[in-house]
């Protein structure tokens, strides 16, 4: 039995799309007949004990270390993460190492992977050095951007193999001189245990929430950071209701921008038609889209968003629901306009009314849209068939070791 041990940021219970793409992916193994388990950096943000059992899967968790500036803070990171996992390596024998970004991360495992003897695969969801930028925590272009990006480019040359999330970033790497024959495109994809018998409508939520059977309610789902453009989608509103008097905006979730957000939205001259309803645990959020007719995702521009797909856009269209959401890179690899979902033209307040008025006022067109995004996420982007792509890459780095 292949046994894969997985290096990582942080998991559940903490609930993310980073630990959600974890779980499904781990799932999928455990269902393919693998033995796997997880190990968290000190950067896991849950306290807990040294070993946790999260929905059916094993984590382990590195002790915390004391304070220190940066760099020398991430330098001890990656040391007691890779002191953690030779430990668990020595214990549990693993046949190989699935490290996922950030490059702390890979950077750990190669250190295990290479005094043990034991092949390591890095999986990239975005470069941390665009994170940095999204998240507001880093300028792009500066020294500490260079640097870390050419951390990223070093482990990306020094492990057995490379998989990413997404076109965008399988071009990024391929000009930096990897080559391609080193990458694996996993993408993004939806557990449809979880989300694939998308519920009726639940009035009760509804009424609780102020929401009348015939209004048209655009969502967004998620966390709230700059990048994601939600200020851009609250601007939009006034312009919205103008066109369709009965539009109403669901805001579910949280982040660094919520007291930003419900302050212009509080100066909104439809502040009435806004409405915040927190973060909510993830077994309750199919109750929110079933209240939902749009989901809108008006990422702005910029590199992390051209490069890196997101994974709420995905999950909308398994629960049958219409997606609207800004032209930048990583959209464009899930979504065909006028197909699969709508694209209107990012950082454009006017475009996102625009683009939103034309599809509720379209209705006829709602049921073959919908089918049609379903079938593409069942098809490309379902889990259990995604796992697919891992078991050559898989197979080749274990018969290179002999094992």
């Not at 693993?94 to 996922?100: F, G, Q, S």
């Not at 391609?180 to 609780?208: C, M």
């Not at 038609?273 to 199919?286: A, K």
């Not at 490309?380 to 290179?400: A, F, G």
Request: net charge neutral; charged share 25%.
């Amino acid at each position: 039995m292949t046994r894969i041990l997985h290096v990582l940021d942080h998991s559940l219970p903490t609930h993310s799309g980073y630990t959600f793409r974890t779980r499904a992916l781990m799932k999928a193994q455990v269902a393919k007949g693998w033995d796997v388990a997880g190990v968290t950096g000190v950067r896991h943000p849950i306290p807990g004990p040294a070993v946790e059992t999260v929905d059916g899967l094993t984590f382990h968790r590195t002790p915390p270390i004391a304070p220190a500036p940066s760099p020398l803070r991430e330098w001890r990171e990656i040391g007691a993460l890779a002191a953690r996992t030779e430990a668990l390596v020595k214990e549990w024998q693993p046949d190989l190492l699935h490290a996922h970004s950030p490059v702390l991360d890979a950077l750990a495992a190669l250190r295990v992977g290479k005094k043990l003897g034991i092949p390591v695969i890095y999986e990239i969801r975005a470069f941390w050095e665009d994170a940095a930028v999204g998240n507001g925590t880093g300028r792009e272009g500066g020294p500490r951007y260079h640097l870390i990006k050419a951390i990223e480019t070093h482990a990306v040359k020094s492990v057995d193999a490379v998989a990413v999330i997404c076109e965008g970033l399988r071009g990024d790497l391929i000009a930096r001189g990897i080559d391609a024959a080193k990458i694996t495109v996993s993408p993004n994809g939806v557990d449809l245990d979880l989300f694939g018998d998308p519920p009726p409508r639940n009035d009760a939520l509804a009424g609780e929430l102020g929401l009348a059977a015939g209004d048209a309610v655009i969502g967004f789902i998620g966390s709230f950071y700059d990048y994601e453009g939600i200020d851009d989608l609250i601007a939009a509103m006034p312009a919205l209701v103008a066109a369709e008097p009965r539009a109403r905006l669901l805001l579910v979730g949280g982040g660094p921008m919520e007291a930003a957000l419900k302050a212009q939205a509080a100066a909104s001259p439809v502040a009435d038609h806004i409405l915040f309803v927190g973060r909510v645990p993830h077994s309750q959020v199919e109750l929110y889209y079933s209240l939902i007719d749009i989901l809108a995702y008006p990422r702005k521009k910029m590199r992390l968003t051209d490069l890196v797909t997101p994974l709420k856009p995905l999950e909308a269209m398994a629960q049958g629901k219409l997606v609207a959401a800004s032209d930048v890179g990583g959209h464009r690899e899930l979504i065909e306009d006028g197909v699969t979902g709508t694209l209107f033209a990012p950082d454009d307040p006017a475009a996102i009314a625009a683009a939103l008025a034309r599809l509720l006022r379209d209705r006829g067109s709602w049921g073959e849209r919908r089918d049609t995004a379903r079938a593409f996420v069942e098809k490309h982007r379902n889990w259990s068939s995604n796992i697919l792509r891992y078991e050559p890459v898989y197979q080749r780095l274990l018969n290179s070791r002999g094992r």
